[in-house]
């Protein structure tokens, strides 16, 4: 077992959270990743109304009684979808965790309090992660530029942006992006996070409701098979390269592109059918560059298992051995 403040905290056996994600974070993924001893969140905007956010709430709660949150994730956007009727349907469910992501988290924060949800928000940079604690977060998950979807305008990888934030956030860190296995769990530990949150990993396991040939390019990527597009909107994704990523980063790198340039190339119905019918080329479909840690599917029971006792492993043989016996340890300051 790996006992963090981040396990104490949320009720939970292992410091491994399974993040939110579109169209990926539904009941049977989210309910092994519980069912594993990990924490896995229901994505709020998968489900097309709030009402079927409630229906697959109660699906969770029938395939697990192990505790699961919902990613409520605020983007800006010309027709926002009825935020505040998602976070009603949360909050009357009776979920206690839940992972907010995307814009400030403040609007919202107030009726989870009241509710006596916990509340982990995930970002980008070492200033928004001080101000989600300043205004009332339980924990924090930080995405490093490695990581899929949006990892903000900053470019600084997880090796630095880790340590940067755990040195000045008090509340229990996670750290995200490109975490595949023991090592990068371990690895983060040693940067002072509590814990870690993983997609891309999740969404190639068994239990992972998208299709088999997105599991089998996964497997077949490298950590090079990544395109970062939207860039020149400031909105950067980082997403599998395929032929429509392509064609999205060369409109881009003529100039001048706006949105309408490339709205139809990134439409989230194409995306979905990525995922639905395993037609790779359809559309954008997000990954990170821990595809080239990745080399199988296997039960997230499975997954989550391996990591521990090999995390325990590395901790308490190779970097135990590293470590002259003879000689005092001195205290961490
Ligand atoms: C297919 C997919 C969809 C995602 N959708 C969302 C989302 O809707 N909201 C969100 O907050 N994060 C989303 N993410 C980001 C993950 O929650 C997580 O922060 C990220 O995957 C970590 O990087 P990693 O893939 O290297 O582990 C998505 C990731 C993937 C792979």
């Not at 709660?61 to 699961?68: E, V």
């Not at 020149?232 to 003529?254: C, P």
């Amino acid at each position: 077992m790996l006992t963090t403040r981040f396990t104490e905290a949320f009720g939970i056996d292992h410091p491994i959270v399974q993040g939110g994600m579109m169209w990926v974070g539904r009941a049977e993924l989210v309910a092994a990743v519980a069912n594993s001893g990990a924490l896995g969140f229901i994505t709020a905007l998968t489900q097309p109304t709030p009402e079927d956010l409630t229906k697959e709430i109660a699906r969770c709660r029938d395939l697990t009684d192990r505790p699961f949150g919902v990613n409520l994730t605020i983007l800006p956007s010309i027709n926002p979808p009825p935020y505040a009727e998602y976070r009603q349907a949360i909050v009357e469910s009776g979920v206690t965790i839940v992972e907010t992501a995307g814009s400030n988290p403040i609007d919202h924060l107030p009726h989870f309090k009241d509710a006596g949800i916990k509340v982990i928000h995930k970002c980008t940079s070492v200033r928004h992660a001080l101000k989600a604690e300043q205004v009332g977060v339980d924990a924090v998950s930080i995405d490093g530029f490695e990581c899929a979807g949006h990892p903000g305008e900053d470019d600084v990888p997880g090796l630095v942006l880790i340590p940067a934030a755990t040195q000045r956030v008090r509340i229990p860190v996670l750290a995200s992006g490109g975490i595949a296995d023991a090592r990068g769990l371990v690895a983060a530990l040693a940067l002072g996070a509590d814990g870690v949150n993983m997609g891309t990993r999740f969404m190639c396991t068994q239990e992972s409701p998208v299709a088999e040939e997105v599991k089998r390019q996964i497997v077949a990527n490298s950590e090079l098979d990544t395109a970062l597009i939207f860039r020149t909107l400031r909105n950067t994704a980082r997403v599998a390269a395929n032929a429509v990523s392509g064609e999205v980063v060369d409109i881009e790198s003529r100039g001048g592109a706006t949105f309408d340039d490339i709205r139809d190339l990134v439409a989230g119905a194409r995306g979905r059918k990525v995922f639905e019918d395993g037609d790779l080329d359809a559309g954008i479909w997000t990954a990170g560059q821990c595809q080239g840690l990745i080399h199988d599917v296997p039960s997230v029971e499975d997954l989550v298992s391996r990591m521990v006792t090999e995390a325990e492993q590395i901790i308490a043989g190779r970097l135990a051995g590293f470590v002259d016996a003879s000689e005092p340890v001195g205290a961490l300051r």
